[in-house]
C-alpha cells in the first residue's frame, strides 16, 4: 500500500475489523515502485487497491480479471469472468450490459477472487461565482459533459 494519510488510516479500519474475526495483518506501506514489483509478481496476501474516476466497469474488470489486463499479472484465470468481460464489452444495450457486470460480480464473489470492502463518493463543491455546471446534464451525460463544458468564474473573477 503506498504511504498516504488515506491510506494509512484505511489500513489501519481493515486491521482492527480482521483483528476483530481473528486474523493478524502486518501492514507494509511501500513507495509506488515497490508496490508495482510487489504486483507484478504477485507477492502478497492482501493489497487494497482503487480508482478514482469509474465510469465504465470494464475499465477494472478488463485491468483485474481479463489476462490482458494491466493489473492481473497471472493473479486470475477465471473463465466465466473472462466470458463476462468480453460479453459485457460487445453489449450495446445498458440494462443487458448492467446484467453481465453483476452476474460478474457475483462470479468473482463466489469465487473468493476480491473482496470490495467499500465504494468511496466524492462530492464536489462549487461556490456561487463559479457558473457553467449543470448537474442534470452531468448525471446524464457524465464524461461528456464533464470534459466539453469548462467552468468559468462569474464577472471573470475568483472571489
Not at 20 to 30: A, H, P, R, S
Request: charged share 25%.
Amino acid at each position: 500500500m503506498s504511504n498516504t494519510l488515506t491510506t494509512v488510516t484505511l489500513s489501519e479500519a481493515v486491521k482492527g475489523m480482521l483483528s476483530k474475526v481473528g486474523i493478524t495483518w502486518n501492514v507494509e506501506l511501500l513507495d509506488p515502485a515497490a508496490m508495482s514489483e510487489r504486483m507484478r509478481k504477485v507477492d502478497y496476501d492482501l493489497a487494497s487497491g482503487g480508482y478514482t474516476w469509474i465510469w465504465d466497469p470494464d475499465l477494472m474488470a478488463n485491468a483485474l480479471y481479463h489476462p490482458t489486463g494491466g493489473y492481473n499479472f497471472g493473479r486470475s484465470n477465471n473463465p466465466q469472468a473472462i466470458a463476462l468481460i468480453e460479453a459485457g464489452r460487445k453489449e450495446l444495450n445498458l440494462e443487458k450490459r448492467k446484467k453481465i457486470y453483476f452476474e460478474l460480480d457475483k462470479g468473482l464473489y463466489d469465487n473468493y477472487e476480491d473482496a470490495w470492502l467499500w465504494y468511496p463518493m466524492a462530492v464536489t463543491i462549487f461556490r456561487k461565482n463559479v457558473q457553467g455546471w449543470n448537474n442534470p446534464m452531468y448525471l446524464k451525460y457524465r464524461d461528456g459533459f464533464f470534459f466539453s463544458h469548462p467552468l468559468w468564474f462569474k464577472g471573470g473573477k475568483s472571489s
